[in-house]
């Protein structure tokens, strides 16, 4: 095919200008406009005809798999023919965006089709491209991130493996009881057995096994309120990535993992999984929770996962809700869960509401805005300390400090599990 440049249809624009001072100046001057249109109509025509042909066959290179969030390439290129003075260009589907004319942006989880490629090259005089096009063939699976757990992953499981340098290396705060030992400066004070330390005329602790095969169940809601997204990237996504950290950092400690996805029924259950050969199962897992435009059941949700638990478990919930009224029937499932599980509400601050509550009001529709959302971040408050109130523990913390902060609640959990 070929196609004017951008120079081509600038020049013949210029006719009209030119045609009109000369027609004003001379009436009969004007044919003289029409004859430089015609003029750079035959020059594109000739230049498309002096420009060499694409020869060749049109391939994409691309990656196969990338994260939510990155950027990457998507290169077209002749396969056995000549690329030399040839642009390329290809046109990449939703959900990924595009940055430029070949980087795209991963906005969220699923599959991008390779739409088409374009190849084209000027004529000598750049008036003309001579432009193939090729079907495209080929997609990207974007799926959570990963970059967390690979960056900060083995860094977390050192540290939570930094009570192997006791005395006693399975020493912890968990339930069963492994010693008496001396007590020592730094000791929690309610570990000291004061029966024993009266009968031994000493001051004696008792030190703890930590619990090993612990359950853990990272539970996500899927619904509408955690598919709006926070900092440029819904809140599933940065849920499901700071799930995988914990997760991975759970696996390796000997742990059992779930996941569990739910919005107005339940999805995905990943059933419970152990040893790292199961992360690659749990990430393919992760990548299937969809985003949901219907409000979540928490009631049908949790019942379920309930009734699938076997064992007491550490049950991490992602969620999100708007107001106290909303957020009704999730205290109601969860004042059921607490009775046989340890719950943990992880809640991202919301922290656009944040910045309009604190910021310097300009005019009286900023002071409103601030009034409205002073409000909303007080109802949440009550939210969160009804939460406090019936023994479940919540982890808030802004969205890109969420992964780190959840591991270390979850190190702390373990121990005292």
Known sequence: MIYPTQRAVVLAALGAPAGLVIGVASPGGWAVALLWVLLIVALTVVDAVMARPIAGTLAVDMPGVVGVGDRFDVRPSLVGGDAQRSAFAGDLGPPAEPADRTTYRATRRGTARLNAAWARRAGPLGLAWRQKRARGEGSVAILPNLRAVREQGMKQFLRAQQHGLRMRPEAGDGNEFQALTEFQPGMARRAIDWKASAKHLSLLAREYRTE??????????????????????PRIDRAVSAALLSAFVALRSGDHVRLFGFAGRPSIDSGNLAGMRAFAQLHRAAAEIDYAAEEANYTLSLVTLDQRLQRRSIVLLFTEFTDPTSAELMIA???????????????????????????????ADDITRANVAATLLRERRIVIERLKRLGIDVVEAAPDAMPLALVERYLTLRERA
């Open 212 to 233: 090993r095969a612990n359950n853990l169940v990272f539970a996500i809601d899927a619904g509408r309120a955690m598919s709006d997204p926070v900092g440029d990237v």
């Open 333 to 363: 499932a969860a004042r059921r869960m607490v009775r046989r599980h340890r719950v943990v509400f992880v809640l991202f601050a919301d922290t656009e509401l944040d910045d309009i509550a604190t910021a310097y009001p300009q005019a």
